[in-house]
C-alpha cells in the first residue's frame, strides 16, 4: 500500500516527484504529500486530503523548489485520512520521513520518545521513526548511521525515506517487508516504492533486498545489507514504456485493461511453445527436473490470485493427475500444517510484493518445501527473486486496482504450468496437444466476447438499484463466480456472494427473491444439466436470474432469466473466456452507481501490508 517517491538532483524536482505520485496513486490515495529542501536548508512541506490532484493544485500555490525531496501518497493503516496524517512527517527542523508498512511496536516507541521530550502531532506509526531518527541522530556519526540504529529498534514492515536538511544531497532509505527500487540517473538519483514512478526520469533500477539500508546523492548510491556490510544490487534497464500508465482512448484504466487482455494473453504465450510442446525454461532453469519429482502442488495466494489457484486446482487434479491444496495465504501463515512429499509450493501474485504471500513463502522455506513457483507480473519483485522458480505473465502495467488482466494472464500460466507438470506425470500427448491448441485459440476467442459489451451495458441497468447480489458457478466456473462476485463489489460496492451452484439448497436459497439479482455463469460442458437444474431451483422461487451462457447451451430469455449468449468455446479455456463478461458487467454496474471505477474506496492495489 502507499506510494513513495525521492529525488536527490541539482534540477528542482518538484514536477517529478507530483508526477511519479500520480502514477502511483492506484497505490492508495487517502492524502499525499511532499517535501523539499530548499536553497536556506528549510524543509518545505505541502500536504493535502483526498486525491493527488489535491495536492498538485496545492503546490501550482505554494512556490515550492529544490533539489532533493520526498513524497508519499497514503492508505491510511494507523490514523484516518487527513491532513494531520499524511506524510511527509517531520521531526525538528531537518527531518523529514515518508514511510510504507506498519509498524507494530509503534506503541512503545511513542512513550519511549514522549518521555525524552518529543511531541506527536499525529495519530501515524509513521511519526516515530522520524523522531526516532532524530534522536539517534545526536550521536550518530551521520544520516545512515542514524537510520540504521534506528530501523533496530523497529518491528514490523517498511519502506522508508528519510531527509536531513543538514545534508541536503543526501537522502537514506531502509526496507523490511515493503518494496523500494532505486532510480539511477545521470548526476542525479531517485527512489520509489514501485518503478512506474520514475519512467519519465529513467529506466535504470536496481531493487533493494530485506533489510537493506542505503544512502543516495547525486552521483553514487551506497547499499548496506541488514548486518551493515557494503553489497551491491544489480542495476537492470527496464523494458516497460514511459506511457505504459495512460488512459488513451478509455474512460477507466479498468475499461482499458479489460480490452487489453487479448493482446496481454498473446505475451503471455509468446515463445513458450515449440512443436506444439511447452517450453519449460519459461518457469525457469532447473523447472523440468523439479517438475518431474513433484508429488504435490500447495497454492498460495489472496484476493484475485486465490480465485485463479482455485481454478489449477481443477486443472492440476483432472489433467495433470498430481494433488493439489489452495490456500489463503494470510490463514496459510499461521496455521500449523504438513508438508507433503515433494511438494511444489506455488505462490501468485500481480505485483509480488503481496505481504502475506511473501510471508507464506519464507514459512515455507522453513517448513520443507521441495521448491518454489512464483507466478507474478513484475520481474525484479520479491516474490520473484525469492523463488526457485518464476513465471511472468508478461501481462503489462496494471493500474485499475479490480485486477483484470493480471487475472486472466494468471489463468493461462497456470494451465501452462499443468500442461508443463502433466509431461512428466502421464498426460497423454493428445491431451498437451489440445490444451495448446486451446491456448493458441484463447486470444481470439476474448476478442469475440468483448463484442458483447454492449448488451452487457443495458443488462447492467438492472443493477442500478440493487444493493445485494448472488453468483452461481459449478466446477471450474465456481471460482470465476467468485471472481465475479468479488469484481462487483469492489467497485459497485454492491454486496455480492458466489457459491457453487450445488449448495443452494444448503442455505443460500433462503435468500431468493425478485429483489435479489442471480448471475450464473453457463459453459456448455458436463455439469450443465445439473446447473439447469439449479437455475430452476431459483426459477421456482422467483428470484431474477443473470445467465451468461453457451450459445450451444440452449439457455432462452424470459420473464424471469435474462441470457447473454456468449461464443462457443474449448471447456479447458472456459474459466478464463467466462471471466471476461463478468468484468464488463461490474465495470458497467459501477458508472450506473458514480463509483470511483479505478480507485474504488478503501483499497488501493498492491497490499504490502498485512
Same mark, same amino acid.
Given at each position: ?73 497514503? *492508505? ?38 514522549? &518521555? ?117 544490487? &544489480? ?17 477507466? =484504466? ?60 481443477? *486443472? ?52 520443507? =518445501? ?132 450445488? &449448495? ?105 501490508? &498485512?
Amino acid at each position: 500500500m502507499c506510494g513513495i517517491v525521492g529525488a536527490v538532483a541539482q534540477r528542482d524536482v518538484v514536477d517529478i516527484l507530483v508526477e511519479g505520485l500520480r502514477r502511483l496513486e492506484y497505490r492508495g490515495y487517502d492524502s499525499a504529500g511532499v517535501a523539499i529542501v530548499d536553497e536556506n536548508n528549510n524543509i518545505n512541506r505541502v500536504r493535502r486530503l483526498g486525491k493527488v490532484q489535491e495536492l498538485a493544485d496545492a503546490v501550482k500555490l505554494t512556490p515550492l523548489s529544490g533539489g532533493t525531496g520526498i513524497a508519499h501518497t497514503r *492508505w491510511a493503516t494507523h490514523g484516518a485520512p487527513s491532513e494531520i496524517n499524511a506524510h511527509p512527517h517531520v521531526s525538528g527542523d531537518n527531518i523529514a520521513v515518508v514511510h510504507n508498512g506498519i509498524i507494530e511496536n509503534h506503541d512503545e516507541l511513542r512513550k519511549k520518545l514522549t &518521555e525524552l521530550g518529543y511531541v506527536f502531532v499525529s495519530e501515524t506509526d509513521t511519526e516515530v521513526i522520524a523522531h526516532l531518527v532524530h534522536h539517534e541522530l545526536k550521536t550518530a556519526s551521520n544520516l545512515t548511521d542514524a537510520v540504521q540504529k534506528t530501523v533496530k529498534q523497529l518491528e514490523g514492515a517498511y519502506g522508508t525515506v528519510v531527509l536531513d536538511t543538514t545534508d541536503k544531497e543526501r537522502v537514506v532509505v531502509a526496507r523490511s517487508g515493503s518494496p523500494l527500487v532505486i532510480g539511477y540517473g545521470v548526476g542525479e538519483n531517485f527512489i520509489a516504492s514501485d518503478m512506474m514512478a520514475l519512467l519519465p526520469v529513467t529506466r535504470k533500477f536496481a531493487f533493494l533486498e530485506e533489510g537493506d539500508v542505503a544512502e543516495i546523492t547525486r552521483f553514487e548510491v551506497n547499499v548496506f545489507d541488514i548486518d551493515g556490510n557494503p553489497v551491491v544490487r &544489480e542495476a537492470k534497464e527496464s523494458e516497460v514504456s514511459h506511457d505504459a500508465g495512460d488512459k488513451g482512448e478509455y474512460r477507466h =484504466y479498468m475499461l482499458k485493461e479489460t480490452y487489453e487482455q487479448p493482446t496481454a494473453i498473446r505475451n503471455t504465450l509468446e515463445g513458450r511453445f515449440a512443436d506444439n510442446t511447452i517450453e519449460t525454461n519459461a518457469f525457469g532453469k532447473g523447472a523440468d527436473e523439479i517438475f518431474k519429482n513433484i508429488e504435490h502442488v500447495q497454492i498460495i495466494a489472496c484476493g484475485t490470485s486465490y480465485h485463479s489457484g482455485m481454478v489449477a486446482r481443477y *486443472w492440476l487434479e483432472s489433467l495433470a493427475g498430481v494433488s493439489c491444496n489452495i490456500e489463503i495465504a494470510s490463514e496459510f501463515r499461521y496455521r500449523k500444517s504438513h508438508v507433503p512429499k515433494n511438494a511444489l509450493l506455488v505462490t501468485i501474485s500481480q505485483s509480488g510484493e503481496t505481504a502475506d504471500t511473501l510471508a507464506a513463502l519464507r514459512l515455507a522455506k522453513e517448513l520443507g =518445501y521441495q521448491s518454489s513457483l512464483s507466478i507474478c507480473n513484475v520481474p525484479g519483485s520479491s516474490l520473484v527473486r525469492e523463488s526457485d522458480l518464476a513465471f511472468m505473465t508478461k501481462a503489462g502495467v496494471e493500474i485499475g486496482v479490480a485486477s483484470t488482466k493480471a487475472f486472466t494472464t494468471q489463468l493461462v500460466g497456470l494451465l501452462m504450468m499443468t500442461l508443463a507438470i502433466g509431461s512428466h506425470h502421464g498426460m497423454s500427448k493428445e491431451t498437451q496437444a489440445e490444451i495448446t491448441r486451446s491456448l493458441q485459440t484463447l486470444p481470439n476467442k476474448l476478442e469475440e466476447v468483448l463484442a458483447l459489451a454492449s448488451p452487457i451495458e443495458a443488462l447492467a441497468e438492472d443493477f442500478a438499484d440493487k444493493n445485494h447480489s448472488l453468483f452461481l458457478g459449478r466446477g471450474d466456473q465456481y471460482p470465476i463466480a467468485m471472481e465475479g462476485a468479488l469484481k462487483l463489489k469492489e467497485i459497485s460496492y454492491i454486496h455480492a456472494e458466489a457459491y457453487a451452484a450445488g &449448495e443452494l439448497k444448503h442455505g443460500p436459497l433462503a435468500l431468493i427473491d425478485a429483489e435479489m439479482p442471480v448471475i450464473v455463469v453457463a459453459p456448455k460442458n458436463d455439469l450443465i444439466e445439473k446447473l439447469k437444474s439449479n437455475v430452476e431451483e431459483v426459477r421456482a422461487r422467483g428470484g431474477l436470474m443473470y445467465v451468461f451462457a453457451d450459445v450451444d447451451a440452449h439457455f432462452e430469455s424470459d420473464d424471469t432469466m435474462k441470457v447473454i449468449n456468449v461464443p462457443h468455446c474449448d471447456d479447458i479455456i472456459a474459466p478464463i473466456v467466462y471471466t471476461l463478461p463478468l468484468q464488463l458487467l461490474s465495470y458497467y454496474v459501477a458508472i450506473i452507481k458514480g463509483t470511483d471505477v479505478d480507485q474504488p474506496r478503501n483499497l488501493a492495489k498492491s497490499v504490502t501490508v &498485512e
